[in-house]
């Protein structure tokens, strides 16, 4: 648990040194991947994070996404004991800020059934390539990906500088299928 930690704050710090024109640049290079992916060509529901911050720019990808008739939805902060849920957005500015400032739907956005999901992006501090995953410490992601579809696609999307070689794994950690990164 203390590695976790240890190398999440270490990562995180790293990403909050990209500048803003390096970041401008990378999040463009990983929306073109996203929306070139055989993943979002493929899906017709897609549950994706909102940024936040330093995170990879998902606003674009969003937009995007409803743009192409695409079914989204994002995720709805319950509370940190009873994780979160996935709920259908028809417009961007249907997104207002939550308890922690994230960008989050409002109560009468309609829950998605985690069945429906054809697609998951994933945010998070730390990945490797082999499926490994350091969230932000909440163990909302691990609880919600349980519920998926084993078949859907798990997929990070990260700057390079979050991808390491071995991140330690605890046996309720969900693995990823793959990353999307601007490398």
């Given at each position: 648990m203390e590695d976790k930690k240890?190398?999440?704050?270490?990562?995180?710090?790293?990403?909050d040194t990209i500048s803003l024109s390096e970041r401008k640049?990378?999040?463009?290079?990983?929306?073109?991947?996203?929306?070139?992916?055989k993943y979002y060509k493929e899906a017709k529901s897609i549950f994706i994070f909102v940024s936040y911050k330093t995170e990879v720019d998902t606003h674009k990808i969003i937009k995007k996404a409803l743009e192409d008739g695409k079914v989204i939805s994002v995720p709805k902060v319950i509370s940190k004991k009873d994780?979160?849920?996935?709920?259908?957005?028809?417009?961007?500015?249907?997104?207002?800020?939550?308890?922690?400032?994230?960008?989050?739907?409002?109560?009468?956005?309609?829950k998605i059934l985690e069945k429906d999901i054809d697609l998951v992006l994933i945010p998070g501090a730390v990945f490797d390539k082999e499926g490994g995953r350091?969230?932000?410490?909440?163990?909302?992601?691990?609880?919600?990906?349980?519920?998926v579809r084993k078949d859907v696609p798990k997929v990070a999307i990260a700057y390079d500088v979050q991808i390491i070689d071995k991140v330690p794994m605890g046996e309720l950690d969900?693995?990823?299928d793959d990353i999307i990164s601007n490398g």
């Amino acid at each position: 648990m203390e590695d976790k930690k240890l190398i999440r704050d270490s990562i995180l710090k790293i990403r909050d040194t990209i500048s803003l024109s390096e970041r401008k640049k990378y999040d463009e290079e990983i929306f073109k991947k996203v929306i070139e992916s055989k993943y979002y060509k493929e899906a017709k529901s897609i549950f994706i994070f909102v940024s936040y911050k330093t995170e990879v720019d998902t606003h674009k990808i969003i937009k995007k996404a409803l743009e192409d008739g695409k079914v989204i939805s994002v995720p709805k902060v319950i509370s940190k004991k009873d994780g979160m849920y996935g709920a259908i957005i028809n417009k961007f500015s249907d997104l207002k800020p939550g308890k922690y400032g994230i960008l989050e739907p409002g109560e009468e956005n309609i829950k998605i059934l985690e069945k429906d999901i054809d697609l998951v992006l994933i945010p998070g501090a730390v990945f490797d390539k082999e499926g490994g995953r350091i969230g932000y410490g909440g163990g909302f992601y691990d609880r919600f990906l349980v519920k998926v579809r084993k078949d859907v696609p798990k997929v990070a999307i990260a700057y390079d500088v979050q991808i390491i070689d071995k991140v330690p794994m605890g046996e309720l950690d969900v693995r990823i299928d793959d990353i999307i990164s601007n490398g």
